[in-house]
């Protein structure tokens, strides 16, 4: 019995020995790990910006022209002739006829004028190339441009020309200045414009807002 506290002492004494050992190596390892490099290693979520070619280059799409009024519609216009169609109303029917000397002839075009009856410039409908430019005795100074589609607008009764022919023109292009015509000399100061397609003729006002691919 007297050797029981004895041996009691001694196993505290290893105990403590014991947890005190491993708390050193514990911390020893921690100081360690705290303290080694940090290697880089690969990693596929990362990308390397050198190796990553951007096509900056924007693809721009091509707005299709539509069908636009022969004059800046921002204008006091008006149309003071219609383009002849059998079944029109009366009254368009009878502001599509022409009075020159005691006869009457029908329009196949459309003329625009401003209330004021000033003169204005006259624009390009659509772009195109100019192909025809010429002197009408009845008619005056008349301008013809070709476009996409075999369509071709010409537009008379220019006081003023300000293209050449063979010259290639974009959409609202000033073609010239509005001007009278002996063919239709009520119409006062204004253009008449016709406009074609394979030679078929078409009424200008059904025209405005549409694509050169919708014109048939």
Not at 41 to 67: G, R
Not at 153 to 167: N, P
Request: with cysteine; proline share 3%.
């Amino acid at each position: 019995m007297k050797k029981l506290p004895k041996k009691i002492g001694q196993n505290k004494f290893q105990f403590f020995f014991f947890v005190g050992i491993l708390s050193f190596v514990l911390i020893a390892l921690v100081i360690a790990a705290s303290t080694s490099p940090i290697e880089d290693t690969p990693n596929d979520d990362v990308v390397n910006n050198n190796d990553v070619i951007v096509d900056t280059e924007q693809t721009v799409t091509d707005v299709e022209e539509v069908f636009i009024l022969p004059i800046d519609d921002s204008l006091n216009y008006q149309v003071v002739r219609k383009f002849y169609e059998k079944d029109a109303s009366k009254i368009d029917q009878e502001k599509a006829l022409i009075k020159y000397g005691t006869t009457f002839r029908t329009s196949d075009g459309t003329s625009y004028g401003l209330k004021d009856n000033g003169s204005f410039d006259v624009l390009s409908v659509f772009s195109g190339k100019v192909v025809e430019i010429k002197e009408h005795p009845l008619y005056g100074n008349y301008v013809v441009v070709e476009h996409d589609e075999d369509l071709k607008t010409y537009y008379y009764g220019l006081s003023e020309v300000c293209v050449a022919v063979g010259s290639t023109v974009d959409q609202k292009t000033k073609l010239g200045v509005s001007g009278t015509t002996e063919m239709d000399q009520e119409a006062g100061n204004h253009v008449f414009l016709k406009v074609t397609k394979n030679g078929t003729k078409l009424n200008p006002e059904k025209l405005v807002g549409k694509k050169i691919s919708e014109i048939e």
